[in-house]
C-alpha cells in the first residue's frame, strides 16, 4: 500500500505553519487568502455549470479537459492529482447529463475504469486481497452476457456495456484504492472537491428553476419525482448526487479548521439537501440519512471524534427538520408532506418481478439489461417506435443480480458483502468514514442500482486508508499497521507529484511510503 500526501506549507521563521496562499506566476506572487481561494473556486464551478446549462459544446470541452487531466495524471504518475480529477468525477457525470453533452452515458463509469486499470499497471501491479475479491464479484457476473447475446445479437453490445458498467468501475476502484494510503491532507482535499463539485449540478437544478418560471409557468409538484427541479435530468440521479455532496460535506466540516470555509462548507450541504428534497427523490437524502447514523454510532466511543460527529450530524437534522422542511413544505403547497410521508413505492413490485425472473431463469439469469423485458419480449420492443424505452427497468441492485445474473448472481451478492467487510478491516482509524461511504453505497444499490458513478466511488472510497495525524502510534507505523508481507520493491521506486496546493510556490516530488500488503 502506498501512503500518498500533498506537499504542506514550509514553516514560517517562528516555527509555526505559513498562513495558507495560492501563489500565481515566476517573476511575482500574487497571494491570496487560502478562504477566497475557496471563494473563487465555488462561484467558478457555479458559474461553469450555468454556462454548461443549454449549451452542450461548453459541456464536452469540459469532457475534454477532465480527459486532458486524467491523461496528465497518469503520464507522470502523479496519483494525488488522478484521486482529486476521480472526486471530481461523480458531480461532474451528473453535469453532463444535465447539460445533455454529445457523449456516451457511459462516458463517467468508463473513463473511470480506464484510467483505474492503466494506474494499477503501471504504478501500482499488485494485487490485494480485497481487489481478487473484485475480480471474482465481476468475474460472476460475466457469463450471463452470452444470455444477452444469444437473445438480442449485435445489440447486446449496448445492452451489456450499460448493465455492467456500474460493477466494473467499482472493480477497478477497488483494484486501485485498496493499495493505498493517504494523509489527512489529501483526504481533505478530496471532500474539498466531492462539495464544489456539487455545486455544479445543483447550479443547473436551479437555473432550471429559474427558467421554467421565468417562460411564465408555474411548478406543479404532485405525487412523483420531479424533472424540473433535477434540471432537466432523472430526479434519481440527480438527488443521489446532491446527498453524496451533503455526506461529504458533513465529513469535511469535521477535518476543517478555519471558519470561513466551513460557513462555505454548511451553505453547500444546506442548498444541497434542500434541492435533494425538492426533487421530491426520496432516495437521496434517505441513504444519507442512513450513512449518517451509521457515522454517528461508530464514533460514539471515540472520545476525540465523538463531539464533532454528534455535533455535525445533530446541526444538519436540525436544519433540515426545523428550517428546510416546513419551508418546502410550504413551497410545495402541502405536497412535500404528502409524497415523504408515505413509503409506498414502484421498486417493490419491480423487485418482486426481479425474483420472479430469477426463479424462472435461476442458471444465468435473462442476462444483463434483460430484465426491462419482463412484460413485453425484446423482440416485440424492436417492432416498437418507442423501443419500450418506457418499461421500468429494475432499481435495486439486489435484486437485479438475481434476475439478470442467476445464481452467479446471487453468489456475486455475497462476494460484495466479503469486500465491504475487508474495508472496514483495513479502515483503522478511518472506520467511521469508510462505514459511512459504504452504508451510503449500499443504500444507493437498494435505491438506485449502480446508475451513477458516486455509488462505485463511494464503496471504493472506504477501502483508502486515511493516516490519522492525530494518534503518534498510526503516524509510526502507518506503513506496517494496515497489511502484511514484505515492502514492495515497486513503491521504493515509484514517486508521486503532488498537485500544487493553497499556501505553495511550486509542487516536489514526493515519495512513496513503503507498506506492506494486507
Known sequence: MAVLEAPRPAASATGLGAPPIATFGTSSQIQLPRWLVLLLLIVGQALLARTMSGKPIVALLHVAVIFGLLMYALAKRNTPLLLLVYAYLPASEIMWRQSHAPIASGTGPYLLTFCSLIAVGISYPHITLPARTALLYIGLLLPSSVVTLSTTGAASRELVVFALAGPITLTALVLLFSQLGITTDLYRRMLWVIVIGGVGPLAIALTSIADYIG?????????????????????????????????AATLLIMVERELAPRIFIGI??????????????????????????????????????????????????????????????????????ERFRTTRTGRTNLATSDLDLFRRNMLFGVGPGMAKYRQISYEICQLRSDRCRTEGSSHTEFTRMPAEHGIPGVVAIGVMSVLALQALRRAGPSFGISLSMLLWAIAQMF???????????????????????????????????????????????LGQRAPLPAGSGSARQLPVQPTRRR
Not at 404532485?222 to 432523472?234: A, L, V
Not at 472506504?462 to 507505523?477: M, V
Request: charged residues 15%.
Open 268 to 337: 453547500i450541504g444546506i442548498a444541497a439537501m434542500t434541492q435533494s428534497l425538492l426533487t421530491f427523490s426520496r432516495g437521496g437524502m434517505f441513504a444519507t440519512a442512513i450513512a449518517l447514523g451509521g457515522l454517528t454510532i461508530s464514533q460514539a466511543k471515540n472520545r476525540r471524534t465523538r463531539t464533532k460527529t454528534f455535533a455535525a450530524v445533530a446541526a444538519l437534522l436540525a436544519v433540515g427538520y426545523f428550517l428546510v422542511v416546513p419551508r418546502l413544505d410550504s413551497f410545495t403547497q402541502g405536497k412535500f408532506e
Open 215 to 247: 417562460a411564465g409557468q408555474s411548478l406543479e409538484f404532485n405525487n412523483e419525482s420531479n424533472p424540473i427541479t433535477s434540471g432537466g435530468f432523472g430526479p434519481v440521479q440527480v438527488s443521489s448526487l446532491l446527498g453524496f455532496t451533503v455526506l
Open 447 to 493: 435505491y438506485a442500482n449502480l446508475r451513477v458513478v458516486a455509488v462505485p466511488f463511494a464503496f471504493a472510497f472506504a477501502f483508502l486508508y486515511i493516516r490519522d495525524p492525530d494518534d503518534p502510534s498510526d503516524e509510526a507505523d502507518v506503513a506496517a499497521a494496515p497489511s502484511r508481507g514484505p515492502p514492495r520493491p515497486a513503491d521504493r521506486r
